[in-house]
């Protein structure tokens, strides 16, 4: 096939489209399948599981709910600190303003964060990029619609990719910072923005962009050190939890590795992981060779920085975790997974909606557990 072009908003085309290549996906089209694949998910899910009960317990949300709680009544006497709290504070504010409980806001923020990141990713990368990126996790379905920190995250973290792309630094560094405080890892768009900045030697909106992070960093901190009596109170709370040996970084694949021969996952969790790690790295072998790849990196320094920096941490953390939740870890970068995989994959609408529904049923199913969902068909035959 011949190489594709990728849309890339407000500059030439980033070459990375055959000729005869299908049209475009207008952004009406791509939230049209979006809806329809996050229904069927929900409706495989409800056959087998009750959705209500499930978002209780479901993830991070019963922590979440109880720190937006203690935000909302400023009483922290009872809470355990770990967890980012940038969400909490989110679903708090929106608990106080509309009256909804802490569960609901939870939810309604991770659905409403998931559509504003797929039209952002929209554009950014234009509409196959952005349609495959929706519908191809599983992980993101169930963040998206039965509550997590990563549609949030990912929204502050696209949208302040957009902001960089149109020079509006303050804001992309105010983004970041937002998305810094919901998931540490925003840190690194953060110092995309840094090095962009020092590459144009624009030291003024340099100061300006740290000044941003750094008060938003203080008035997030600050109620920790007030409160809890150590300004990282929650981070510490990944110490045990969490990192093996309290370090939160290791060699590459050493955390995956020993977690894949401690006998402790099922073979098709492995085979998942496995399939995961396989095509970000495929996406990442992409790169380096192609020009437009290099051309792109250059001309938008902070997704290559957040890109690179990301991938580095997805392979070195050193955490229980890192193998059976690396599908998880993993979506702030599938955009750009998809994206190095673009010219590789199909652009028929049929085979888009066949793929998104299939995904989205297989997703619903491997939420809900295949032996349950087994054992339902069974009692009801």
């Not at 960089?164 to 110092?191: E, H």
């Not at 990282?232 to 970084?249: E, F, R, T």
């Not at 492995?270 to 095509?279: D, E, K, Y």
């Amino acid at each position: 096939m011949a190489s594709e072009a990728v849309r890339i908003e407000g500059t030439p085309t980033l070459t990375v489209v055959a000729k005869n290549a299908p049209p475009e996906l207008s952004l009406g089209q791509v939230l049209f399948l979006v809806v329809a694949c996050y229904a069927f998910y929900l409706l495989i899910f409800s056959l087998f599981n009750h959705y209500g009960m499930e978002t209780t317990t479901f993830g991070d949300n019963a922590p979440y709910t109880e720190i937006s709680s203690a935000i909302r009544h400023w009483d922290f006497s009872q809470l355990h600190p770990k967890l980012f709290w940038g969400l909490p504070y989110a679903m708090a504010a929106l608990s106080k303003v509309t009256g909804v409980s802490d569960l609901k806001s939870l939810l309604s923020i991770s659905l409403i964060s998931s559509l504003v990141a797929i039209v952002i990713a929209y554009r950014l990368w234009g509409g196959w990029a952005a349609a495959y990126f929706a519908v191809i996790s599983r992980e993101w379905m169930e963040r998206s619609l039965l509550g997590g920190a990563e549609p949030l995250f990912l929204a502050c973290i696209l949208g302040s990719f957009a902001a960089a792309r149109k020079q509006r630094w303050l804001l992309a560094s105010l983004l970041a910072s937002f998305a810094t405080i919901v998931r540490p890892m925003g840190i690194f768009a953060l110092a995309g923005i840094g090095v962009a900045l020092l590459v144009k030697r624009d030291y003024r909106k340099l100061t300006a962009a740290l000044l941003i992070g750094a008060t938003i960093g203080f008035l997030y901190i600050l109620p920790l050190k007030l409160y809890l009596g150590n300004p990282l109170a929650n981070v510490k709370g990944y110490d045990k939890a969490d990192w093996n040996g309290g370090i939160p970084l290791t060699v590459p694949l050493v955390a995956i590795v020993k977690d894949a021969l401690s006998g402790r996952a099922t073979a098709l969790s492995l085979a998942r992981t496995a399939l995961w790690i396989v095509l970000i790295l495929a996406s990442a072998a992409v790169i380096p060779g192609k020009r437009s790849w290099r051309e792109y990196l250059r001309k938008f320094p902070v997704e290559g920085v957040f890109y690179a920096l990301y991938l580095l941490f997805l392979f070195t953390y050193n955490s229980y975790w890192a193998r059976s939740q690396f599908p998880r870890f993993a979506i702030p970068i599938i955009p750009f997974v998809v994206l190095a995989l673009l010219p590789w994959i199909p652009k028929d609408r049929r085979l888009l909606w066949g793929f998104g529904l299939f995904s989205a049923a297989l997703s619903a199913v491997e939420t809900v557990g295949f032996l349950t969902v087994i054992g339902t068909i069974k009692e009801v035959l």
